[in-house]
């Protein structure tokens, strides 16, 4: 998720998952502009709490730590996260990368997982002027069924 536009002020973010459970933590991942979420909700079918709220947005030792927020088990099954940001509190536009919800007051661990026997040495190979440009080819991904490269 990005915001709409940048430095504009209020903007929100509203999650549903698939499985309601009574919850103790919402684990926010932001990869650009931090610092901007002033208010975390969290929803039940007919109920809802306030698990996070600070004008001044909610700071952190680490941005490049998810944002991990603990509280008391709710005494509901939560089906819908809403995220509140002033994106005028940070400068640039910010992102979420993920967000997501733990029954337990434990830190979830943020990793990336690999394919069994991925090359990680990121060795790059030119595939001629068919595919490369005098651009960067950004963040290649290939189709499911393996015949086709996409890249930004």
């Excluded at 993920?98 to 990336?112: E, F, L, N, S």
């Amino acid at each position: 998720w990005a915001a709409a536009l940048e430095n504009n002020g209020e903007e929100w973010l509203a999650l549903t998952y698939q499985k309601p459970i009574p919850i103790q933590q919402v684990v926010i991942c932001q990869n650009n502009s931090p610092g901007g979420i002033v208010k975390v909700t969290v929803y039940g079918k007919q109920d809802s709490l306030v698990v996070a709220n600070d004008p001044n947005g909610l700071k952190q030792a680490d941005y490049s730590l998810p944002l991990y927020l603990t509280f008391p088990r709710t005494p509901f099954a939560v089906e819908k996260v809403r995220i509140w940001l002033n994106t005028k509190l940070v400068a640039g536009f910010e992102q979420i990368d993920a967000v997501g919800i733990a029954d337990h007051t434990r830190p979830i661990p943020v990793a990336i997982r690999l394919v069994n026997g991925a090359d990680i040495a990121l060795n790059k190979e030119r595939l001629g002027e068919a595919v490369n440009s005098k651009f960067d080819e950004l963040n290649p991904k290939i189709s499911p069924d393996g015949k086709q490269l996409y890249f930004t």
